[in-house]
């Protein structure tokens, strides 16, 4: 069984930075990508980015680039996402995911908190 664990989220004001980190355990994948995605209330859950975990290639919704960056640890198992200049408008659950190349996102975490002050 595959387990996503999302933590780091917490209430920072806006301008600041933040780093979200998700875990992923169970069984193993050949290729896969991890992403990040985000459901704000009242709204549809919003793609953020993801990491190709053999290539490391990373895409990003225009809504972050160039504020938010995808990594990954291998020892840790681990995919990141750091935020950076955090605007009141990316205040949302953060989501992890799991698609195995080709395939759809089956695995998901159970979120973590981003609430931006302004």
């Known amino acids: 069984q595959v387990q996503l664990v999302e933590s780091g989220g917490r209430l920072v004001q806006a301008g600041d930075s933040l780093k979200l980190s998700c875990t992923v355990s169970?069984?193993?994948?050949?290729?896969?990508?991890v992403g990040w995605f985000r459901q704000a209330p009242g709204k549809e859950r919003e793609y953020v980015g993801r990491?190709?975990?053999?290539?490391?290639?990373?895409t990003y919704a225009d809504s972050v680039k160039g504020r938010f960056t995808i990594s990954k640890d291998n020892a840790r198992n681990s995919v990141y996402l750091q935020m950076n200049s955090l605007k009141t408008e990316d205040t949302a659950v953060y989501y992890c995911?799991?698609?195995?190349?080709?395939?759809?996102?089956?695995?998901w975490g159970q979120g973590t908190q981003v609430t931006v002050s302004s």
């Open positions: 995911a799991v698609a195995e190349s080709g395939g759809q996102y089956l695995y």
């Open positions: 169970g069984r193993a994948f050949t290729s896969y990508f």
């Open positions: 990491i190709n975990w053999n290539t490391e290639s990373t």
